[in-house]
């Protein structure tokens, strides 16, 4: 039996400064891919999800849509449009509010998209092939690497694909280890040649790929950050019990409170 397919899109709504930026390309191109992707397999489900400075939340969801009536094609533009804008003008309010502009909420909707998965994979009657894609914009905000990485071993244990495809110059290198751990792809591109690369690269699912030439994720920088200061670090002090990284000696571990008993002068 054909295995169907489960996919999560996370899109990252940041920079806040571009909020009123046009969207009419990204729309566009995800609007396409939707079609393609839910119309290859009868049972597969795609999830969309964006991310901003303060939350994530779901814009999209193809179980909620008639895919076999003739105006989804309307269908999923309004829902599309009317959920970002939503989401959006949300946050511009807060923002004037706090004025701050901050990292988006990548590793919240990373959650959001792990619980959907489970979820899915609970109903379905038959093996199901899960992956996750990342249309990621913005800076990674270090303080959440460890939650992230956390998501990303969640993804790895139950082989869920983390795919990125990164909108810009510069590249993420955590999303990097992100789809470097999970057996994914990372790709840069921008979004003009967002539909052909979505096409192209995130279409086929994991079984397919085996049999096409697919980017190789490579120069993955797996430094990690210490918690007390989120700073990347070569070489630091890990608890043994917790895992958590510090760039200094700490005598109590502030994440599980165990006491490290060995003399300070020595190390
Ligand atoms: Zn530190
Ligand atoms: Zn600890």
Redesign the pocket.
Known sequence: MQEFSLLTVILDLIPAEKYNEDHTNIINSLITFIQAYTGSHSQNVLGLLGATCDTSKWLFNSRQIDMESQYRILQIRDELTKNIESLIADISENLMEKDIIGFSRITSALCKSLCFHNVEKLKAKEKIQSRILILSTSDFDTSQYIDTMNCIFSAQKDNIVIDVCRLGKTDSSFLKQAASLSGGIYLKCNQESLLLNLMTHFFPDNLTRTNLITPVVDNVDFRT???????V?DL?YICSVCLT????FVPICHNCRTKFSFDKKRL
């Open positions: 950050t210490c918690v007390c200061h989120q700073k670090i630091g990284v510090y760039c200094s």
